[in-house]
């Protein structure tokens, strides 16, 4: 099925410890996006990559990188993972082209622990 | 700066009773507007969304929403809650221009509750 594709599902990391969270999407879209969900926040958005080649940071990008490694792929890394990244990451993508037609694509999310 | 704010962060209702969520945003050009849902420890789900054409916006299971400019206001409604519709939504802004274009903007959600 046509959709984005986050991988792992659930990871527990040891303070200082490093991971990288994959995601994918089949659908051609330029734009990709990485959020982080917190009980009473909402969902805000960590990074974004407009197209390829191009990434931008978003409302809360400190300790995190990101990779936009084609149209296809856009990763999360955090370098030294803290406590206070414990979170639920959803990826989303997106085209202007698409104009609304379905909204934004959401991965279904990983659940990140940090001890 | 384009914002959303959801005014109640918790509803309940009984079930077979009229839903109303409330959503006032705040933007700089006409923004494009979505609600979605998420049911527990699932992912997001679009309901329904506003793309500056009509101003009464019909979604899935029922929801619908109409959007106000003299408001800034695009409450979610639905006249009759089931027990499945229990769960959390976000009312999100899009903004419309520029480098960010595309980016979401979520409200901090509102958990609806259905008793039956």
């Known amino acids: 099925n046509a959709g984005v594709t986050q991988t792992p599902k659930f990871q527990v990391l040891k303070t200082g410890q490093s991971m990288t969270l994959q995601c994918a999407q089949d659908m051609n879209h330029n734009s990709m996006y990485w959020y982080r969900q917190d009980p009473g926040m909402g969902l805000r958005l960590i990074y974004y990559?407009?197209?390829?080649?191009?990434?931008d940071k978003g409302e809360v990008p400190n300790g995190y990188n990101v990779s936009r490694l084609n149209k296809r792929e856009f990763s999360l890394r955090l370098e030294s993972a803290a406590p206070s990244q414990t979170s639920v990451y959803f990826c989303?993508?997106?085209?202007?082209?698409?104009?609304?037609?379905?909204?934004?694509?959401f991965g279904s999310g990983t659940r990140l622990t940090v001890v | 700066a384009q914002s959303v704010t959801q005014l109640d962060s918790h509803v309940s209702v009984s079930e077979g009773t009229p839903v109303l969520l409330r959503c006032n945003y705040s933007?700089?050009?006409?923004?494009?507007l979505f609600w979605y849902v998420q049911h527990p420890n699932k992912g997001l789900q679009l309901l329904l969304k506003?793309?500056?054409?009509?101003?009464l916006v019909k979604g899935i299971n029922g929801f619908e929403a109409e959007f106000k400019k003299s408001e800034t206001s695009f409450h979610l409604t639905k006249p009759s809650a089931h027990m499945s519709d229990a769960a959390e939504y976000f009312c999100?802004?899009?903004?419309?221009?520029?480098?960010?274009?595309?980016?979401?903007?979520f409200g901090k959600g509102t958990k609806l509750s259905v008793k039956p």
């Open positions: 506003y793309t500056s054409a009509a101003t």
């Open positions: 989303a993508s997106w085209d202007p082209w698409d104009s609304y037609k379905d909204g934004y694509t």
């Open positions: 933007s700089s050009y006409s923004p494009s």
């Open positions: 990559s407009a197209s390829e080649g191009t990434t």
């Open positions: 999100v802004v899009s903004e419309g221009y520029g480098g960010s274009q595309g980016n979401l903007i």
